[in-house]
């Protein structure tokens, strides 16, 4: 919303003393643990590639679109703030996918932020 905010998020994310291999690091180790919480069998090495990469794939998206501090620009251009009991403001959502599969198997991954998608869309 303005460069104190970001300086504001930044500081929230991100420690001074953070290195571009440390963050690395740390970013390999978040994905493989959001990667782990399914675990499956069978199939062959190709197909449970395919199975990961399509998992990761669905993860990319719905992005936090808020700052730290609760506040992100609407649809409507206009500064606004979490709803009560918001965590999160979500953004980026895919269109047609959302109400078909994508949001479903996130909820059922991530149900501590469902009600976040939902709100976000609103």
Known sequence: MSLA???QNLAAEVSR???VDRLAADGYQEWKKE???IRITGGSDA?????YTALYHSMLQPNI???????YLGSDQQIHRFAKGQRAQYGTFSGWDQYRAHIQLLALLKPE???DFAQSMS
Do not use: H, W
């Open 35 to 37: 990667l782990q919480s």
């Open 47 to 51: 197909q449970r590639t395919t199975f």
């Open 17 to 19: 003393r953070a290195t």
């Open 65 to 71: 679109f808020n700052d730290v501090d609760g506040r």
């Open 113 to 115: 932020i469902s009600g």
């Open 5 to 7: 905010g970001a300086e």
